[in-house]
T-cell receptor, first 114, second 111 residues
Framework: ETGVTQTPRHLVMGMTNKKSLKCEQH?????MYWYKQSAKKPLELMFV???????ENNSVPSRFSPECPNSSHLFLHLHTLQPEDSALYLC?????????????FGPGTRLTVT | GIQVEQSPPDLILQEGANSTLRCNFS?????LQWFHQNPWGQLINLFY???GTKQNGRLSATTVATERYSLLYISSSQTTDSGVYFC?????????????FGTGTLLAVQP
């Protein structure tokens, strides 16, 4: 596997379910990001992890819970979601420390909450 | 926070035509990227260009940081160029390298 991978690619869940999204980067980066892309809206940054430590939480509801067990893996745990949480969830990675540089994105997980 | 505006919001081209997409931003930045989002949602890196000019095949980009804008040029467009083009900017600080995205330009290239 190369680049940034995300699983699953598609997910349908009920409002009472608990599920997790997984992201893995194979680029040797040490920062990882979760973005949300809703229809007709720009990408919204949700969380930032740098060196496995959460450094940003953009007022995201607690029903979204991120986890970064190591610099290559990032999870987004979902529970008690609402229909308006249906969106494309994108993971990205970059070299965070020392200088601004490119972010590389995974293919996304398209989430539908019923 | 930094505001990012892209124009035009929508663009329809005939195959073979050229186009220019614009990105304006409201504050100084030291990170600027152009992405192409394909119909399946994948964001593909086109350019990392906080300043200057770069070219990659039929695509080129120019950022004039002092005037707070960037341009993406697409020449001899092909149907595979269709999709949404995003500009994203950032101002590096601390331990993060976060990007702020514009609303995108939706490009449709017709055969």
């Amino acid at each position: 596997e190369t680049g940034v991978t995300q699983t699953p690619r598609h997910l349908v869940m009920g409002m009472t379910n608990k599920k997790s999204l997984k992201c893995e980067q194979h680029l040797g980066h040490n920062a990882m990001y979760w973005y949300k892309q809703s229809a007709k809206k720009p990408l919204e940054l949700m969380f930032v992890y740098s060196l496995e430590e959460r450094v940003e939480n953009n007022s995201v509801p607690s029903r979204f819970s991120p986890e970064c067990p190591n610099s290559s893996h990032l999870f987004l745990h979902l529970h008690t979601l609402q229909p308006e949480d249906s969106a494309l969830y994108l993971c990205a990675s970059s070299q965070a420390v020392g200088y601004p540089t490119s972010q590389y994105f995974g293919p996304g997980t398209r989430l539908t909450v019923t | 926070g930094i505001q990012v505006e892209q124009s035009p919001p929508d663009l329809i081209l005939q195959e073979g035509a050229n186009s220019t997409l614009r990105c304006n931003f409201s504050d100084s930045v030291n990170n600027l990227q152009w992405f192409h989002q394909n119909p399946w949602g994948q964001l593909i890196n086109l350019f990392y260009i906080p300043s200057g000019t770069k070219q990659n095949g039929r695509l080129s980009a120019t950022t004039v940081a002092t005037e707070r804008y960037s341009l993406l040029y697409i020449s001899s467009s092909q149907t595979t160029d269709s999709g949404v083009y995003f500009c994203a900017v950032g101002r590096y600080g601390g331990a993060t390298n976060k990007l702020i995205f514009g609303t995108g330009t939706l490009l449709a290239v017709q055969p």
